[in-house]
């Protein structure tokens, strides 16, 4: 089988997985996104390495794979800041910075405090911390 054919049957296999994952996650009344998601778990690279099953076991294959994964990912946020309007950003503006501000410093004071109470040095309780 050649490389190509390996990557294209692994990529049909991935959209189908993921659109019957959003189908059923759909019909639990859920976002098909989460059933996307957790297919994308589920078939991700180190779930496919376990199984060593023979078309996936070539490394340029999960390397190229991997990269057309970052690359959706890409698209992904893309489209969300598309699909963004300055308005409603201008309205949750002192929420969104209060959360962000929170979300960067809480876990660097908590990394520090833990790495402080385990009796590491100051420049290493911040790397810990970051």
Do not use: C, N
Request: aromatic share 10%; net charge negative; glycine share 12%.
């Amino acid at each position: 089988m050649t490389p190509f054919l390996q990557f294209v049957i692994a990529i049909v296999i991935i959209i189908a997985a993921a659109k019957v994952g959003g189908y059923i996650s759909l019909k639990l009344g859920q976002p098909s996104v989460l059933g996307e998601l957790a297919v994308g778990i589920i078939l991700g690279p180190s779930v496919l390495d376990m199984l060593h099953w023979a078309p996936f076991t070539d490394k340029h294959l999960g390397d190229a794979i991997a990269h057309i994964a970052e690359l959706g990912v890409l698209l992904l946020m893309f489209i969300a800041g598309l699909e963004l309007h300055l308005s409603d950003l201008a309205k949750s503006g002192k929420v969104s910075a209060f959360a962000g501000t929170l979300g960067v410093f809480l876990p660097l004071g908590m990394g520090y405090g833990l790495a402080r109470a385990f009796s590491y040095d100051d420049q290493s309780a911040l790397f810990i911390g970051l």
